[in-house]
Nanobody
Framework: QVQLVESGGGLVQTGDSLRLSCAAS????????VGWFRQAPGKERDFVAA????????YYSDSVKGRFTISRDNAKNTVYLQMNSLKPEDTAVYYC????????????????????WGQGTQVTVSS
């Protein structure tokens, strides 16, 4: 079992930066893929970024590539999402997720590939 707790959300202005954290307890991330998803009001939850712990490979959606960076701290069993140049369309609840049952990059953006989810943290970007 893995328990995930996100933090770091807030209200910022266009062009600002935020760093989200996803701390895991109960089991180490070492065999997992850890992903960030987001859900805007009235929309489906979308993939944002992911990191494969074993290989340190990273993946990004086209909408955030070049602006967001996913990284990890092994000692803290924590994954971060550094978000720069934020836009109003980045406004959403951001969820951290972890999964380990699927291999292959095809599954990276698929929600069903993730077994554990955090409670979400709100990010609001004002124009």
């Amino acid at each position: 079992q893995v328990q995930l707790v996100e933090s770091g959300g807030g209200l910022v202005q266009t062009g600002d930066s935020l760093r989200l954290s996803c701390a895991a307890s109960g089991r180490m991330f070492s065999t997992y893929t850890v992903g960030w998803f987001r859900q805007a009001p009235g929309k489906e939850r979308d993939f944002v970024a992911a990191l494969k712990w074993s290989s340190d490979s990273t993946y990004y959606s086209d909408s955030v590539k070049g602006r967001f960076t996913i990284s990890r701290d092994n000692a803290k069993n924590t994954v971060y999402l550094q978000m720069n140049s934020l836009k109003p369309e980045d406004t959403a609840v951001y969820y951290c997720a972890a999964g380990g049952d699927y291999s292959g990059s095809y599954y990276i953006p698929k929600e069903y590939a993730y077994n554990y989810w955090g409670q979400g943290t709100q990010v609001t970007v004002s124009s």
